[in-house]
């Protein structure tokens, strides 16, 4: 899509807020999928590197440049009845480890159009605080293992520490008053972590769920070499996007991409805007039927069938557009940062 087409994307999408697609739409979208793969077919058949264009090949790997160029985000995920759905494993708990006290979320909004006439700004979305139950357990603190949901919080108490980290340690809490470290996994901090001060909006949940409820059943893909169909509930990225569109560059055109994270900046995603504005990448608070329950990232999470799991970040805290590609807490540990399906 040129940056004109996702403008006038976003503009669809508000048009379709009311939530009516109509059969006529549904078919050209089949339409345009029944073409692509055509023209994908014709290309997988096609001797030689020739049929790749030229610009595509630059910096990009084949494959990436195949899903692309052909599919451009665009491709749509197969989707299969409710009754093949199962229950989803739990698989990957950073960001998750302090129990977040629901009435505390707030959607971070940032580098939204007009966004100081809207009644949830406020100038410095980073003062907002997510509140944390108490620690129940501390006999887990410090795992990792991302298959075993934690008992306790990754805690600064109940572990042995060396009196120089100790000490070390003490200084950071002064220096930071009472707020726990961000990025406190492998990967470490993002380097897209938002500074003091940025403003942005506060969205809360009535805010998200007022858009047209959709459900889809799809693949969920692990890199790890897993899949499971699941069943999901919540409303399109796109239609929360096209609401609270990005503030355009100087010469008009928009910033490429999104970057989202967890409150406690544990975890943390980048996207392309054009696979945020994708008819099936849904911000989810229902799973198999049910709300979303705390280790699948409640109160919400992305499903974007399109890319693997590592990109379908669990509690979500904000979502920001950005004109530089941000940082993602996979690609710093040497995955694709495009990772498509
Ligand atoms: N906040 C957060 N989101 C995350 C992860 C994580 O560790 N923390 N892991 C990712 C990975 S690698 C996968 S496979 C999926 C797993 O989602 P599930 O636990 O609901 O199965 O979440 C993704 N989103
Ligand atoms: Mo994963």
Avoid at 76 to 91: G, H, K
Wanted: charged share 25%.
């Amino acid at each position: 899509m040129t940056d004109e087409e996702t403008v006038a994307a976003l503009d669809e999408q508000v048009k379709r807020a009311s939530g009516k697609r109509t059969r006529r739409s549904f078919l050209a979208a089949v339409v345009a999928a029944a073409g692509g793969y055509g023209f994908y077919r014709w290309i997988d058949r096609s001797p030689g590197d020739q049929m790749i264009p030229r610009p595509l090949r630059k910096g990009l790997n084949v494959d990436e440049a195949m899903t692309r160029g052909v599919f451009g985000e665009r491709g749509m995920t197969p989707t299969y009845p409710v009754a093949r759905a199962e229950e989803l494993r739990v698989n990957g708990v950073y960001g998750l480890k302090q129990e977040l006290i629901p009435e505390s979320w707030r959607l971070q909004l940032v580098g939204v159009a007009g966004a100081k006439q809207l009644p949830q700004y406020v100038d410095d979305v980073t003062a907002w605080e997510y509140r944390y139950a108490a620690k129940k357990d501390e006999k887990d603190s410090g795992n990792h293992d991302t298959k075993v949901a934690p008992q306790g919080e990754a805690s600064d108490t109940g572990v042995k520490m060396s009196p120089a980290f100790e000490a070390a340690f003490a200084e950071l809490k002064k220096t930071q008053g009472k707020k726990r470290p961000r990025g406190q996994e492998e990967a470490g901090e993002s380097n897209d972590t938002l500074d003091a001060g940025t403003p942005g909006l506060l969205l809360k949940m009535e805010d998200v769920t007022r858009f047209p409820r959709q459900e889809l059943v799809t693949q969920f893909k692990c890199i790890e070499g897993w899949s499971q169909i699941v069943h999901w509930g919540g409303v399109r990225l796109a239609d929360l996007l096209a609401a609270y569109p990005p503030e355009k560059r100087a010469d008009g055109s928009l910033p490429k991409y999104v970057y989202m994270e967890t409150p406690d900046g544990d975890y943390y995603c980048g996207y392309d805007l054009k696979a945020c504005m994708h008819a099936q990448s849904l911000l989810v608070t229902e799973m198999m039927g049910r709300p979303l329950g705390q280790w699948h990232g409640a109160p919400l999470r992305l499903h974007m069938p399109i890319k693997y799991g590592y990109k379908q970040i669990k509690r979500i805290g904000l979502i920001a557009y950005t004109d530089m590609r941000p940082d993602d807490y996979w690609t710093k540990l040497g995955y694709d940062w495009y990772a498509g399906l």
